[in-house]
């Protein structure tokens, strides 16, 4: 078997989501674990929040929250985008609770059968994305009370939690003032929640009832100062290890392209993981480096799809090493923040984008024993 792997520490995960339960209590923790828990296994995540005090789940697709239902994970599970009207059937009989902006959506919702778990109102209070005006959002609520539908929840999403503070706060006015009109029309007993991980740590007045943080469960801040309020602890490893080496003259150029001459005689090492399974192409030429042994060493040469080439000098490596392309190896890290700076983008971006390819090794406990 090919020696490239992700780890996952899920101590980690435990650790972090204990702490945003602890900060943002008495609102509730929500965890958001789509697209496969951002790369880390959504089934694993979801049940190491559940044991860490986590009082939902949000995923983006029916199938994710089939999946979890499938794991045997019995918390809320909260759609944050409308299911198309064909799953509408399956949300129900999974118990998933569907987000709703269209009227549309409702009715096929209140055909397919009892609505047993209640649905969550999207508003758009100025993300753009998905969610209905204020206006519809009061109307869709009164005609879901008339069908006999629980309203379980009323949500909105930040564009800019991060980055931008009056407007973040005039999303939350927004969001407010349009509770504040559905419970005029006669809803009550709805939940409110706006946040994200930005919005969790940098706007504590825009909590509501509950958060739906993703990023920082696994050990990722979404901007530098949210740093200064929790200490969250990175979960993923990427992992794998030199399977060829050579000793090539000054002036080889290794790799696609020919891009780069070695400046000296120097050892070329092989690593057999490539942009295939998520090393940005784009680190070729952007100071990409790797760790080996703890130290830091720079890639030699473009990184093609199932392998990376790396310039390790004079230094005693041989057939084997451990190669850490992603986290902590001895007092060494390469952060997914040092990815995304490199290739202009953003974290999220790149531990999602560590493919299937490359299996999962949970390291911190077995999930489930709770
Ligand atoms: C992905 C997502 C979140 C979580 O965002 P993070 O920044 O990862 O915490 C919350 N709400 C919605 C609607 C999302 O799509």
């Keep these: 078997m090919r020696p490239s792997w992700v780890e996952v520490d899920l101590d980690a995960i435990r650790t972090n989501v204990a702490g945003f339960v602890a900060f943002v209590a008495p609102a509730e923790l929500w965890a958001v674990v789509k697209a496969d828990g951002y790369g880390h296994g959504d089934v694993p995540v979801a049940m190491a929040a559940a044991e860490s005090g986590a009082s939902g789940l949000c995923v983006a697709l029916v199938e994710e929250g089939i999946r979890l239902r499938e794991a045997g994970l019995d918390l809320p599970i909260l759609l944050l985008s409308e299911p198309d009207p064909e799953d509408a059937a399956e949300v129900l009989a999974w118990r998933l609770t569907p987000t709703v902006y269209r009227h549309a959506t409702l009715e096929v919702l209140r055909a397919a059968g009892e609505v047993v ?30 069908l006999g539908v629980a309203v379980d929840s009323v949500w909105t999403h930040f564009a800019v939690a991060e980055t931008d503070d009056p407007f973040t706060e005039e999303q939350t006015r927004r969001f407010d003032q349009t509770c504040r009109a559905i419970e005029a029309a006669g809803v009550a007993g709805f939940k409110r929640h706006l946040s994200n991980t930005a919005g969790t740590l940098l706007h504590p007045g825009s909590r509501g009832d509950l958060v739906r943080v993703g990023l920082g469960l696994f050990g990722l801040l979404p901007s530098p100062p949210c740093g200064e309020l929790i200490e969250v602890i990175p979960a993923m490893r990427v992992v794998s290890h030199v399977s060829y080496l050579q000793r090539l003259p000054a002036g080889s150029r290794p790799s696609y392209g020919r891009r780069r001459p070695l400046t000296a005689e120097s050892t070329v090492a092989t690593v057999p993981i490539g942009y295939a399974d998520g090393v940005p192409r784009l680190l070729s ?31 005693d490596v041989v057939v084997g090493d451990e190669v850490v392309l992603l986290g902590t190896q001895g007092g060494g890290e390469i952060p997914a923040d040092e990815w995304a700076e490199k290739t202009d983008t953003i974290s999220y971006e790149i531990v999602c984008g560590i493919g299937p390819r490359l299996p999962r090794r949970y390291v911190g406990g077995e999930v489930g024993r709770a």
């Design 117 to 146: 778990t209640g649905i969550a109102i999207k508003v758009d209070t100025g993300m753009h994305r998905v969610g209905a005006t204020s206006d519809q959002v009061v109307e869709l609520a009164r005609r879901a009370v008339q």
């Design 285 to 315: 030429n952007r100071n990409g480096e790797v760790l080996i042994g703890g130290r830091r060493f720079p890639l030699a040469g473009t990184v093609t799809m199932d392998q990376i080439l790396v310039d390790v000098g004079d230094a």
